[in-house]
């Protein structure tokens, strides 16, 4: 089923989680894999939006279609929900900071002590948070949403576990353990699991190469949604 009546949201990159003025928390994520998906949805979906957290300015020169740029988790979390419909796809491309500071200090931390404790608060979970926004009332239906698993260790384990917890219709497992996967690289290797029981493996490549491959198996899962109900 093709994607032209639908609107496609990509998350792509890091967020920031500030500590004091200069120093933050945040992860490797270069977002290369979610500008990959977003060029490659801009070419199928009616409406493309791409959502990135703090990137390299030259990944997102002369993009056709809309960026919004974001740096914490919670703006993350807002832009996000600002542009979810009922025909909205959903990638989450994007590594969101799990924890953030309990308080930014104003000024900067001095280091008058050998050791510094710092008291982290837990973020909210953007796709707990818009699964249950689904299945809170009407207007969400026939949203359809993905999640990426970036995980070192019991790889598939968390990645079906995030599929159910998170309640996706579809997650791919990046294990950044292996050579050629993981950030700040053009190339990647994905396995994809869907609701439906299905397990995809794709094999190493270009992250723009993975990114039809993916928007290929997002449309055979939407056309199997169609054609059950």
């Not at 299945?135 to 990645?159: I, K, M, Q, R």
């Not at 950030?183 to 396995?191: C, G």
């Amino acid at each position: 089923m093709s994607l032209t009546d639908r609107k496609l949201v990509v998350t792509g990159g890091p967020t920031r989680e500030w500590i004091d003025p200069v120093r933050y928390i945040s992860n490797a994520s270069s977002g290369r894999m979610g500008v990959a998906l977003a060029d490659a949805a801009s070419h199928r979906a009616g409406e493309t939006v791409f959502i990135h957290g703090p990137m390299e300015a030259a990944l997102l020169e002369g993009k056709t279609y809309r960026t919004v740029g974001v740096e914490s988790t919670m703006e993350l979390l807002d832009a996000v929900m600002s542009e979810l419909t009922g025909s909205t796809v959903l990638i989450m491309a994007a590594a969101p900071s799990d924890y953030r500071p309990a308080g930014k200090s104003a000024t900067k931390i001095k280091k008058d002590d050998d050791r510094l404790v710092l008291e982290l608060v837990k973020n909210p979970d953007i796709l707990k948070t818009v699964a249950a926004r689904k299945s809170a009332g009407p207007g969400l239906e026939g949203l359809f949403t993905a999640g990426f698993a970036a995980e070192t260790h019991d790889v598939e384990n968390y990645a079906r576990g995030k599929l159910r917890d998170k309640n996706l219709d579809m997650i791919c497992l990046n294990d950044v353990g292996r050579p050629g996967a993981g950030f700040a690289v053009d190339t990647n290797i994905i396995t994809v699991f869907t609701r439906r029981g299905a397990r995809v493996e794709l094999a190493l490549a270009s992250k723009r190469a993975l990114a039809d491959k993916i928007l290929d198996l997002v449309e055979e899962e939407i056309a199997a949604y169609t054609h059950s109900s």
